[in-house]
């Protein structure tokens, strides 16, 4: 399993950093690149319409302000597409995010919330986690972990009453 991560900007990375590192510890190859929907289109359709040859299985697409790179993205595939609008403008994010989530019908993107990289990772994951058993397995383990680090934080909390 692959998932491209397309990002509209460099300076989208730090966002989405704890998203390649989420992928890679549930095994999950992938590629990073660069390309922007307004300033490099034929960049972007290229590296779409290559991809299935490439090995790529979903897409996680992020960008800030109006870009539309989710919805170019999935214009060209019928691989899942999941959006993370950035929060780079005065706006908050909500340009993104309304650019993102406001596909026409039959061109779809599970678009999550603002700077919600990790979350689409964990989305992609649970998508390959239908055939993938070992994937699955990860998935419940993180999930795991999650619950005993809550637990361990509601003890620091009652320690502290």
């Known amino acids: 399993m692959k998932v491209a991560v397309i990002m509209g900007s460099d300076s989208d990375f ?7 590192e989420l ?15 307004h300033r490099t289109p034929d960049k ?12 790529i299985d979903a897409f ?8 539309h790179l989710a919805g170019v993205v999935a214009s060209f595939t019928v691989a899942p597409v999941i959006g ?11 340009d993104a995010l309304l650019s993102t989530v406001q596909m ?5 993107v599970a678009t999550m ?3 919600g990289a990790k979350n689409a990772a964990i989305f992609a994951a649970e998508i390959f986690a239908v055939k993938d058993e070992n994937i699955r397995k990860k998935l419940t383990e993180y999930r795991e972990k ?12 009652k320690a502290q009453l």
């Open 113 to 115: 919330a603002v700077n």
């Open 84 to 94: 993370v609008p950035i929060n780079a403008t005065p706006m908050n994010g909500m």
């Open 44 to 55: 972007v359709r290229e590296y779409v319409l290559n991809a299935q040859k490439e090995g």
């Open 14 to 20: 730090p966002i989405l950093k704890p998203a390649t």
């Open 23 to 37: 992928l890679k510890d549930f095994g999950i190859e992938l590629d990073v690149i660069v390309a922007s929907a």
């Open 104 to 108: 026409p019908s039959g061109i779809p």
């Open 146 to 157: 999650m619950k005993a680090d809550v637990a361990k934080k509601s003890e620091r909390v």
């Open 60 to 67: 996680i697409v992020a960008a800030g302000a109006a870009a």
